[in-house]
T-cell receptor, first 115, second 114 residues
Framework: DAGVIQSPRHEVTEMGQEVTLRCKPI?????LFWYRQTMMRGLELLIY????????DSGMPEDRFSAKMPNASFSTLKIQPSEPRDSAVYFC?????????????FGEGSRLTVL | AQTVTQSQPEMSVQEAETVTLSCTYD???????LFWYKQPPSRQMILVIR??????QNATENRFSVNFQKAAKSFSLKISDSQLGDAAMYFC???????????FGTGTRLQVTL
């Protein structure tokens, strides 16, 4: 079985550019999560979806960030315009279980560097 | 607010020895789940072990076991017979309520020496 697939693995861009990160969850998983990992703040939940519907986006830093899940097999996290402080590793994870206790399966992450 | 605290930024253990990583959490919920995730240099987070709060028995997965002290809100991870492949960041995490979203601690970097 393929795991959670994220692209790109690495992205280097200049301040002000639009960045789109992509995620394909594990087939059959109903919940999808976007996390951001930095040295200063650790792992932060940005947003999560249940059955393609955004449930909690309280972790999205500001209006420059947006996330979509147009169908059960694809999600995007967009940053427009990007800033140097957005540099981080962005993880997508999916879970078969919507309630608590479910294992989250993580992708390999997308390392974003904004110059 | 739900918080997870890992007070050991780094730990070191010799190969074949045992090491314990600490984690404390803060919650007013009575039913919740606790997790330990491993993040090797490849970056991908991998579940090591999971504990349900209403189960008094400590979870065990091969060389990995937990010491769950509900009253003290403590959830430590014990790695027995440490191997070089155990070297990684270890994150304690927690969830409750109606969602499977996780709140993570700041992590403990484990080094395994020969």
């Amino acid at each position: 079985d393929a795991g959670v697939i994220q692209s790109p693995r690495h992205e280097v861009t200049e301040m002000g550019q639009e960045v789109t990160l992509r995620c394909k969850p594990i087939s059959g998983h109903n919940s999808l999560f976007w996390y951001r990992q930095t040295m200063m703040r650790g792992l932060e939940l940005l947003i999560y979806f249940n059955n393609n519907v955004p449930i909690d986006d309280s972790g999205m830093p500001e209006d420059r960030f947006s996330a979509k899940m147009p169908n059960a097999s694809f999600s995007t996290l967009k940053i427009q315009p990007s800033e140097p402080r957005d540099s981080a590793v962005y993880f997508c994870a999916s879970s078969q279980r919507q309630g608590p206790g479910g294992e989250l399966f993580f992708g390999e992450g997308s390392r974003l560097t904004v110059l | 607010a739900q918080t997870v605290t890992q007070s050991q930024p780094e730990m070191s253990v010799q190969e074949a020895e045992t090491v314990t990583l600490s984690c404390t959490y803060d919650t007013s919920e009575s039913d919740y789940y606790l997790f330990w995730y491993k993040q090797p240099p490849s970056r991908q987070m991998i579940l090591v072990i999971r504990q349900e709060a209403y189960k008094q028995q400590n979870a065990t997965e091969n060389r990995f076991s937990v010491n769950f002290q509900k009253a003290a809100k403590s959830f430590s991870l014990k790695i027995s017979d440490s191997q070089l492949g155990d070297a990684a960041m270890y994150f304690c995490a927690y969830n409750t309520g109606t969602a499977s979203k996780l709140t993570f601690g700041t992590g403990t970097r484990l080094q395994v020496t020969l």
